[in-house]
C-alpha cells in the first residue's frame, strides 16, 4: 500500500482544481484494504473512497484520507457458447475495459466508450451513453465492508440501478467499498443504435464494434474538452426526466426542444440544450465557464478556482429553473 500526504488534487482529478488531501492511500489488494481498514491510522481519519477522478468537483482541501483502488485484473469467470461473465477489478481504467471487450469480440460494453473512469465507479454511478447504461450488462458487484472488512456481493437487482444511480451512492453510502465487478457480454453480434449519430450506422454493411466505438469516439472528441488540456469532469448536471405532462407544456412553448422516453409518462430532456437556450453557452465566471461546444459541460480554463466552480453551476440551476421551472441536479461529485 502507498500512503501519501498533503496530497495535491489536482494530479488525480480530471477538473484540476487546485485543492489538496490530508491523506492518499492506494491499496492493491482486499488484503491490503482491510489491513488499513483495521487500523487505529483509518479509524482516526474522516474518509472517503475515490475512483479515478473524473466526476469529482473538490471545492476546497479535504481534511481526511482518500482510498483509491489500484485492484486490477481482468478475469473470465464463466462462458458459453453464446455469451461471457468477466470480473474486472475496481482500480481497472474503464475504457481499458471497454477495449479488451472489442478486441476479444464481447459485445455489449461497446456503446460506453471513451466514458472516464474506473470499473468500482461504472458500478456505483451507473455510467451511461448512447442509449445503454452499465447496468445492462453487470451480473454481479463485489464489495467490502467498511465497518467489517467482510466481503460481499450483490446482484444487479439489489443494487437498485437508476438513471445514473444505485443503492451504494444512498441507502449504501459510505458502508461499502467496490473491489471488482462481474459483466455479462454476448459472443454473438447485438447492437444498440437508436440514439444520435448512432442511427446512421444501423445499414453499414459488416458493422463492427470499434465503427460503434470510433464514431462514439469522434463525436466525443468533437464536443467535450481533452481533461489533459481543459479540466472538466464531463457532463456536470444529469439529463432531467419531467412528467410527460410537463413536457408537453415545455413542447407546446418551444417545439423544437429535444426528448427521449423515459418509461412510465417521464420524457428525459437533454439538460446541454436547456443551459445553451438559457443563453448561457460560453458564459463563464472568474476561470469557469460552460463549454461552447457541449453546454453540458462547465471547463477550466485553467485558472478556475472551486469558488468560481461552484458559483458558476448554482447560477447555470438557477436560470434554467427560472426558464423551463426545472431543476437541474449535479451528475458531478461535488466535496
Not at 157 to 183: H, M, Q, W
Not at 233 to 258: H, M, R, T, W
Not at 267 to 278: D, Q, R, S
Request: charged share 20%; proline share 5%; hydrophobic share 35%.
Amino acid at each position: 500500500m502507498k500512503l501519501h500526504e498533503n496530497f495535491p488534487l489536482k494530479e488525480i482529478t480530471t477538473m484540476h482544481l487546485d485543492a489538496r488531501c490530508r491523506y492518499l492511500a492506494e491499496y492493491s489488494s482486499i488484503d491490503e484494504l482491510r489491513t488499513l481498514l483495521a487500523s487505529p491510522f483509518f479509524k482516526e481519519q474522516k474518509s472517503m473512497h475515490i475512483g479515478g477522478g473524473s466526476n469529482l468537483v473538490f471545492t476546497a482541501d479535504y481534511d481526511g484520507l482518500l482510498l483509491h483502488s489500484q485492484i486490477k485484473f481482468i478475469a473470465t469467470v464463466e462462458e458459453t457458447d453464446t455469451a461471457i461473465r468477466l470480473e474486472a477489478g475496481a482500480g481497472v481504467v474503464w475504457d481499458d475495459f471497454v477495449k479488451y471487450c472489442i478486441a476479444h469480440n464481447y459485445y455489449g460494453a461497446e456503446n460506453l466508450s471513451g466514458i472516464p473512469g474506473e470499473v468500482g465507479a461504472s458500478a456505483v454511478q451507473n455510467i451511461g451513453s448512447y442509449g445503454v447504461e452499465v447496468q445492462e450488462i453487470i451480473s454481479c458487484v463485489h464489495c467490502v465492508d467498511m465497518s467489517t472488512g467482510e466481503t460481499i456481493s450483490f446482484s444487479t437487482p439489489e443494487c437498485k440501478y437508476a438513471y445514473r444511480d444505485s443503492i451504494f451512492k444512498n441507502e449504501f453510502a459510505g458502508r461499502y467499498i467496490v473491489t471488482s465487478v462481474e459483466y455479462t457480454l454476448s459472443k454473438t453480434p447485438r447492437f444498440t443504435l437508436t440514439y444520435g449519430p448512432l442511427k446512421e450506422l444501423a445499414d453499414k454493411p459488416g458493422l463492427t464494434m470499434n465503427d460503434v466505438r470510433n464514431t462514439i469516439i469522434n463525436t466525443r472528441n468533437g464536443k467535450l474538452p481533452n481533461p489533459d488540456e481543459t479540466g472538466s469532469v464531463g457532463s456536470f448536471f444529469k439529463n432531467p426526466i419531467i412528467p410527460e405532462s410537463q413536457f408537453k407544456d415545455l413542447q407546446n412553448a418551444y417545439p423544437a426542444i429535444p426528448h427521449y422516453p423515459a418509461g412510465e409518462g417521464k420524457i428525459k430532456v437533454p439538460a446541454g440544450w436547456l443551459i445553451e437556450n438559457a443563453g448561457l453557452k460560453g458564459f463563464g465566471i472568474g476561470g469557469a465557464c460552460v463549454y461552447p461546444k457541449q453546454c453540458l459541460v462547465i471547463a477550466n480554463m485553467g485558472n478556475a478556482t472551486p469558488t468560481d466552480v461552484v458559483a458558476l453551476y448554482r447560477h447555470i440551476i438557477g436560470t434554467v429553473a427560472n426558464k423551463y421551472g426545472i431543476e437541474l441536479h449535479p451528475e458531478a461529485n461535488i466535496i
